[in-house]
T-cell receptor, first 109, second 114 residues
């Protein structure tokens, strides 16, 4: 089964861009890449997802490598409310979502 | 619009007992997925239900079972509880089957097995 690898933690200064990396070297051609984030004592919250092309929405951007073996979630201007655990997830054709261990993002005021 | 709700919020059970957790999906959503999240870990996919049928399953033993009802609410049943079953159980709903859509998560049920 495909798995994702993320750094355990990252820090960013408030109002600066943040690039959260994810490796998924065993991704298959039909796996979608999803990103969710989880605040303490809450369920995960959808951020963005994509298949091959880069994606933008009001929350973030998703940059997917040409070989699809890695991706990067980009928060354009980090705020204190963006402090959370960010999960990179692969969704396969069996409708299974595989969460990685997540990156704990700390935003420094 | 009411979000995903789960009940109970917390639960304490003894090893060997059985437990039922409940989830009400967001209005208009016909797909429900269940996850187990151990402390300090990412959620692990248990299974998904689409229109009352199981539609994908993770690496969990058969003592983890589920149901989806005509109103798309769902139950997770766990038999013969083990200490390692202690975790946060999350339910997520989405508007249609296939998993391509974003999932909306509930706040979870914290299960403690002693």
């Amino acid at each position: 089964d495909a798995k994702t690898t993320q750094p355990n933690s990252m820090e960013s200064n408030e109002e600066e861009p943040v690039h959260l990396p994810c490796n998924h070297s065993t991704i298959s051609g039909t796996d979608y890449i999803h990103w969710y984030r989880q605040l303490p004592s809450q369920g995960p919250e959808y951020v963005i997802h994509g298949l091959t092309s880069n994606v933008n929405n009001r929350m973030a951007s998703l940059a997917i490598a040409e070989d699809r073996k890695s991706s990067t979630l980009i928060l354009h201007r980090a705020t204190l409310r963006d402090a959370a655990v960010y999960y990179c997830i692969l969704r396969n054709t069996g409708n299974q979502f595989y969460f990685g261990t997540g990156t704990s993002l700390t935003v420094i005021p | 619009e009411t979000g995903v709700t789960q009940s109970p919020t917390h639960l304490i059970k003894t090893r060997g007992q059985q437990v039922t957790l409940r989830c009400s999906s967001q209005s208009g959503h016909n797909t429900v997925s269940w996850y187990q999240q151990a402390l300090g870990q990412g959620p692990q996919f248990i299974f998904q239900y689409y229109r009352e049928e199981e539609n994908g399953r993770g690496n969990f033993p058969p003592r983890f079972s589920g149901l989806q009802f005509p109103n798309y609410s769902s139950e997770l049943n766990v038999n013969a509880l083990e200490l390692d079953d202690s975790a946060l159980y999350l339910c997520a709903s989405s508007p249609r089957g296939g998993g391509y859509d974003e999932q909306y998560f509930g706040p979870g049920t914290r299960l403690t097995v002693t």
